[in-house]
């Protein structure tokens, strides 16, 4: 295992690198009310194992990453209830081990490599299955049971689409939406444009009527540009129901879609955005978005019409996302479904996400991150916790009945039909390729999805060749 390491690590070019030593900010405790705690103790003895009979209780594990999203450093923040159900329920605790954004994976594989493995990282895509193959992280089935009806819910999700050889690869605690289309309806109100999410439950959002406010809004002497955001491009790309590069379940390969028509005409509306001038130009502004890249900026401003990312953009206290979002009590911020292809199959497609954690290889608690992982998971499933995680969104962000109604909306979207989950990073050699491909709305000299085909499609399938071929040694080393 540790000569996989090294060879990844030689592939990268990686000096020995630690993103830590940054000063970190106090965290502080914040409370649940008597009630709400009483409830999920309640609850939790229902779903989750008694403390007596859990090894891990009164365990430390050490999560890896280049941001704390689990603990509180200010006291206008939301509670974790996954981690206060874990430290209250079972008297265990999480340790931050900090790194950057840049080097995380670099940094990561240096620990493992040196013997001084933290034991989690959060789960997302784009771990996936490059930094598996390569010896970051490990299978979890020695520690969860998906069969399990805590697990049940999210078995055929973790089955399809992180496992290999038939193990998993991951905790998945949930499968929700990714990108979303947000605004300020301030703004749309001034514009006299119809509100998108009262288009989008008409069944009327369509890429036509998105591209329609964009041209009337965008004016290049004025510095007004439709679309902001390093995500714009991929983001409206998934919405036409597939991806460039999707995992096919059933042969376990991961197939190229270049020459599937829907992307072609999503490709389309991005080419004329761009030639048209209502995508911001980056290329004037050293690659930046406005303000030096924050996501949303002109937002609020009305120099921004759309920007289409996730909400975690947006959800975070108050004084920080009214400024660049617009006034989140008053109702200004909201969001919708990125829209539908009018010429499609009438669904609007959600890219989905995972929630869960991957287990890194020598982790010396994983039986703490199984539990953590079933505390995070009986969050998404019993009512009362869902209950109590939309009235802190309500009470502490300030988060209006209109987004916690399209919230769930969104989320039952992003489970109801065909799932279309982006990779990323995970896919290797190919993800650069893809990057080129998708970054067409942003580019200063925007292609056809004709050139963009014809200068990348033989690129796509040799390093598609390459990927199935070493997740297939993969798979018969591990079995």
């Known amino acids: 295992m540790k000569r996989i390491i090294a060879i990844f690590l030689a592939a ?32 939790a003895g229902i779903k989750l194992p008694d403390k007596e009979n859990t090894p891990a209780a009164g365990s430390v594990i050490k999560y890896f990453s280049w941001g704390d999203f689990v603990h509180n450093y200010s006291d206008d923040e939301i509670i974790q209830t996954g981690f206060w159900t874990f430290k209250n329920k079972y008297d265990c605790e999480v340790e931050w081990v900090e790194c950057t954004w840049a080097d995380r994976f670099t940094s990561l594989a240096n620990q493992v490599l040196s013997g001084d493995s933290p034991d989690f990282y959060d789960g997302y895509a784009e771990s996936f299955p490059k930094y598996y193959l390569s010896g970051v992280f490990q299978a979890v089935d020695d520690y969860v049971d998906y069969n399990d009806p805590l697990w049940s819910g999210v078995k055929d999700f973790a089955d399809k689409y992180f496992s290999l050889g038939g193990r998993h690869y991951m905790f998945v605690t949930d499968a929700t939406f990714n990108n979303v289309c947000a605004y300020n309806r301030r703004v749309i109100n001034e514009w006299g444009f119809d509100d998108p999410a009262e288009l989008f439950y008409n069944d009327e959002w369509t890429w036509e009527k998105f591209y329609e406010m964009c041209l009337d809004f965008s004016d290049y002497d004025e510095d007004r540009f439709a679309i902001d955001g390093w995500g714009a491009s991929g983001a409206f790309l998934t919405s036409c129901g597939t991806m460039m590069v999707t995992l096919d379940p059933e042969s376990a390969k991961f197939v190229s879609n270049i020459d599937d028509p829907r992307l072609e005409r999503a490709a389309g509306y991005l080419y004329d955005l ?15 978005t406005r303000n030096g890249g924050a996501e949303g900026a002109g937002i609020a401003e009305g120099l921004c019409l759309f920007w289409l990312r996730g909400t975690w953009t947006f959800t975070g206290p108050v004084d920080e996302i009214s400024p660049v979002w617009g006034d989140v009590a008053n109702g200004e911020l909201m969001f ?34 199984a539990l953590y992982a079933a505390c995070c998971r009986f969050k998404t499933i019993d009512p009362t916790v869902i209950d109590i995680d939309r009235k802190q969104l309500k009470e502490v962000y300030l988060w209006t009945d209109e ?77």
Do not use: H
Not at 15 to 40: F, M, N, P, Y
Not at 274 to 288: A, F, I, L, V
Not at 348 to 366: C, E, H, M, R, W
């Open 12 to 43: 990268l070019m990686i000096i020995a690198l630690v993103g830590c030593g940054k000063q970190k900010r106090k965290i502080i405790e914040l409370t649940l009310s008597t009630e709400d705690s009483a409830a999920i103790l309640a609850a």
């Open 274 to 288: 761009n030639k048209n001038q209502c995508t911001y130009p980056m290329w004037e502004r050293n690659w930046s």
């Open 336 to 369: 919708c479904p990125i829209p539908r292809d009018e010429n499609g199959d009438g669904n609007y497609y959600v890219d989905t996400k995972p929630s869960g954690f991957s287990l890194i290889v020598g982790a010396q608690n994983p039986e703490g991150v």
């Open 403 to 479: 987004m916690l109604e399209m919230y769930d909306t969104m989320y039952e979207l992003a489970g109801s039909y065909n799932t279309v989950i982006d990779y990323e990073y995970g896919l290797g050699d190919v993800a650069n390729v893809i990057g080129d491909c998708t970054q067409i709305s942003l580019a200063q000299n925007p292609t056809t999805w004709a050139q963009v085909k014809e200068a990348n499609k033989d690129r796509i399938d040799a390093y598609l060749d390459e990927l199935n071929s070493q997740i297939q040694e993969f798979v018969s080393g591990e079995n």
